[in-house]
């Protein structure tokens, strides 16, 4: 992958301090976190609209800021669209003058063959002398995206573009958000609390929090190996957990968690090898976490394979499954407050096994459903 | 209504840097501002003669250079009566001013427009309501304007005289008929004027 995007900045504001840097290379870059972690000050950096105390912005062949260098590309030349979040769309001027806004000081049959060009790409044409109050929240994205796009710019941003909609409003523009970011191939960093959305829309992303960049990676690598605890929480991981390891190999780690001994798999590609005795951390998927049938222990001969066994003391209905929450057979304090394990099972096998009759079961976890996470 | 050009060509910058930008001295240009508003008119029109009387801080580098003074004449008036409205129209124009969401500003800047050009084409269009009810205050203030225009430019009939100054000679000389309608029609304007800005604040831009 080459970079196309460099960004290493720092910016002092009260109370907060933003350091972060990473890079991206093509295709959409989410900047995913809490709010209040920077996500937004970091796209107004880039766009030039807030100059950072320190650091290089490197778009391309071309610097945009370099605080060394006494480099500061201002806003106006940088070659950058902006999707503000709301839009902020001109509210006194109708679709075709929003999208043509930034092709000013072109001839006026370029300005307007380009305004046309647009407005068709993105089937605009019926709207073009509406005004923004006119339209619908999937027209209005679309007019900030062509508004954004007509001036060719070199990247795109998006501060969460979707964050105004409701529900099903915000997924069926998410997909169509997709659809035109990967039909202009435009690069573009994009910003959200949703992991959804970052998910869905983001090639590689970046976990914010607090003003820091705790972890940069291609979206699948992110899900499944979260890099730290830190980066576990904020995704919405749970049974995010603590033990204490016993032997760790290049593709194996055994550890010790609320008197039980753990096997997990260790991540072939970055193998991860604590000293014995050292704490780690962990987390278990609910959806993974398997439930033994009592009418068929023995039947099957299977190993099972870190094998527990635990009291359902709480459980909540989700319509389609059920949490139920695990409290170990073990003396001592559970390792979330009342509860040791959360754990997920679908409605079905919910009925079937009569859990709601039934609060005492054996279960077992594979060791590809434990993820150890290097501590951080 | 040369006050309410005067007042627009002075007033809409002030009113737009006293809200967008952070500069030295803000704070003193916004109390210096609306100090008109606060003061009883004699003591601005004082402060006006220091300034730009025949022996006043401008006033007398002025009159050694080109013989002329502003005291006593058509301009006072005007000078007079800016000042006193400049307060309404900046502090009105600057609230509508701040209303206007910044994110446009900086869509503007992303999309290659200069600030002054972002000023024109999307900052005061968008807070035009507002500017148009400061204008029409303002206006109304420099109609009525009294104590300052008295006191630097004097009331000279048919030169200087404004309608207030007007309606009190008129009394003074026992011409009550002529008194009372000035008086009516300042107050009749008055009413059109305040329910016309009422109206403009109250729409939407």
Redesign the interface.
């Known amino acids: 992958m080459t970079s196309r995007l460099e960004v290493a900045i720092r910016k002092q504001l009260d109370g907060f301090t933003l350091d972060v840097e990473w890079s991206a290379g093509d295709g959409v870059a989410a900047l995913f976190g809490p709010s209040g972690a920077g996500k937004t000050l970091t796209l ?1 950096c880039l ?3 807030v100059r950072p105390d320190a650091g290089r912005i490197v778009l391309g062949d071309d610097v945009l800021f370099d605080a060394a260098a006494g480099i500061d590309v201002a ?4 070659r ?3 999707v ?3 839009y ?1 769309l ?3 001027l109708t679709v075709r003058g929003n999208v043509g ?2 092709l ?2 072109r001839a006026r049959a370029g300005r307007r063959r380009r305004e046309e060009e647009v407005l068709a790409r993105l089937g605009l044409e019926p709207y073009a002398e509406r005004y923004p109050r006119e339209l619908s929240g999937g027209q209005r994205q679309r007019v900030a995206l062509g ?2 796009l007509a ?1 060719d710019p070199a990247l795109l941003l998006l501060d969460e573009p979707l964050s105004a909609l409701d529900l099903p409003l915000r997924q069926a523009l998410r997909d169509e958000l997709g659809a035109i970011l990967a039909d202009w191939g435009i690069a573009a960093v994009l910003v959200t609390h949703d992991l959804t959305e970052a998910y869905r829309l983001g090639d590689r992303i970046v976990v914010y929090e607090e003003g820091r960049v705790i972890q940069a990676a291609p979206r699948a690598e992110l899900l499944w190996r979260p890099s730290s605890r830190s980066v576990a929480r904020i995704m919405g991981i749970r049974n995010v957990m603590q033990g204490v390891t016993l032997k760790a190999t290049a593709d194996r780690i055994q550890f010790r968690w609320r008197g039980q001994v753990l096997e997990a798999v260790n991540s072939p590609s970055r193998s991860y090898l604590p000293a014995p005795d050292s704490p780690l951390a962990f987390y278990i998927r609910p959806e993974y976490v398997r439930l033994l049938r009592k009418d068929r222990a023995g039947l099957d001969g299977v190993h099972h394979m870190n094998l527990m066994s635990g009291t359902v003391v709480r459980e909540v209905d989700l319509g389609t499954s059920w949490t139920l929450f695990l409290r170990l057979d073990e003396p001592g304090p559970p390792a979330q407050g009342e509860y040791d394990l959360e754990l997920e099972v679908p409605r079905l096998v919910y009925e079937i096994l009569e859990i709601d009759r039934d609060r005492h079961w054996q279960f077992s976890l594979h060791r590809g459903a434990i993820h150890v996470l290097p501590s951080a | 209504m040369s006050a309410t050009a005067l007042n627009a060509l002075v007033g809409i910058p002030i009113a737009y840097l006293l809200a967008r930008r952070r500069f030295w001295g803000r704070n003193l240009v916004d109390l210096l501002v609306t100090l008109p508003l606060i003061l009883p008119p004699t003591v601005v029109g004082y402060y006006l003669i220091v300034l730009l009387g025949r022996r006043g801080v401008l006033g007398a580098p002025l009159y050694r250079a080109t013989g002329f003074t502003v005291a006593f004449t058509w301009y006072a008036a005007v000078i007079a009566a800016t000042v006193m409205a400049l307060p309404l129209l900046v502090r009105t124009a600057r609230a509508a001013i701040e209303t206007v969401d910044r994110d446009l500003e900086r869509a503007a800047f992303t999309l290659g427009r200069s600030e002054l050009r972002t000023a024109l084409e999307v900052t005061l269009p968008l807070a035009r309501n507002g500017i148009l009810a400061g204008l029409v205050l303002s206006f109304a203030r420099a109609l009525g304007e009294f104590g300052a225009t008295l006191m630097l430019a004097g009331n000279i009939p048919g030169r200087t005289t404004t309608v207030p100054l007007s309606i009190y000679t008129a009394m003074q000389t026992g011409e009550d008929a002529e008194a009372l309608v000035l008086v009516a029609v300042l107050t009749a304007l008055s009413c059109v004027v305040l329910i016309a800005s009422n109206r403009l604040v109250a729409r939407p831009a």
């Open positions: 107004q766009a030039g609209l806003p106006q030349r940088r950058v669209g902006y503000f979040q709301g902020a001109f509210p006194h806004f930034g000013r000081g508004r954004a001036t």
